[in-house]
T-cell receptor, first 113, second 114 residues
């Protein structure tokens, strides 16, 4: 797990501002994922990417955007269109061709004031 | 799409007793079923997984069973210890032959009572 990092750990933003969450991995994993974790709702998939320069919407993509310009990086932007952005955000990566196991980052707790 | 339901949402057991968490899935094409453990303030970590070509898998005090016909799978923890206290998530996926994304259950908060 030490090979996947997220920053910052805590993030505070004013309502109406876009904010970008960082996710980096040095595991040489092909796939990367963004989840949102809310109490009692488990892990809900926002976006995922199986290869560089390609990504797909997950179950709750509205109000979010991503890019995958490099294999190591998969930043998530929470836009002002996201109605309830305060949550814990987890990034994960997976080697896919070798294993389905997903390795999670430490998470970013976003609070919108 | 896939839908995974997990029960119970909370579970308390005496130390040394067994704990069982159950999940059901909707997509019969799903073939990979992992379980993740998330301790308080930490990231989720894979503890055991099972593929659809087997019915049971064990790893020390942890076991997972799969009933493909009924589309449900369960996590069994025996001889529970305080360090087993955590939130446990089940998940389902179609694996490497299709869409690798995982669909997670809503989690079970397991508390071990000393």
């Amino acid at each position: 797990d030490g090979g996947i990092t997220q920053s910052p750990k805590y993030l505070f933003r004013k309502e109406g501002q876009n904010v970008t969450l960082s996710c980096e991995q040095n595991l040489n994993h092909d796939a990367m994922y963004w989840y949102r974790q809310d109490p009692g709702q488990g892990l809900r998939l926002i976006y995922y990417s199986q290869i560089v320069n390609d990504f797909q919407k997950g179950d709750i993509a509205e109000g979010y955007s991503v890019s995958r310009e490099k294999k190591e990086s998969f930043p998530l932007t929470v836009t002002s269109a996201q109605k309830n952005p305060t949550a814990f955000y987890l990034c994960a990566s997976s080697p896919t061709r070798v294993s389905n196991e997903q390795f999670f980052g430490p998470g970013t707790r976003l609070t919108v004031l | 799409g896939e839908n995974v339901e997990q029960h119970p949402s909370t579970l308390s057991v005496q130390e040394g007793d067994s704990a069982v968490i159950k999940c059901t899935y909707s997509d019969s094409a799903s073939n990979y079923f992992p379980w993740y453990k998330q301790e308080l303030g930490k990231r989720p970590q894979l503890i055991i997984d099972i593929r659809s070509n087997v019915g049971e898998k064990k790893d020390q005090r942890i076991a997972v069973t799969l009933n493909k016909t009924a589309k449900h799978f369960s996590l069994h923890i025996t001889e529970t210890q305080p360090e087993d206290s955590a939130v446990y998530f089940c998940a389902a996926s179609k694996g490497v032959e299709g869409n690798e994304k995982l669909t997670f259950g809503t989690g079970t908060r397991l508390t071990i009572i000393p």
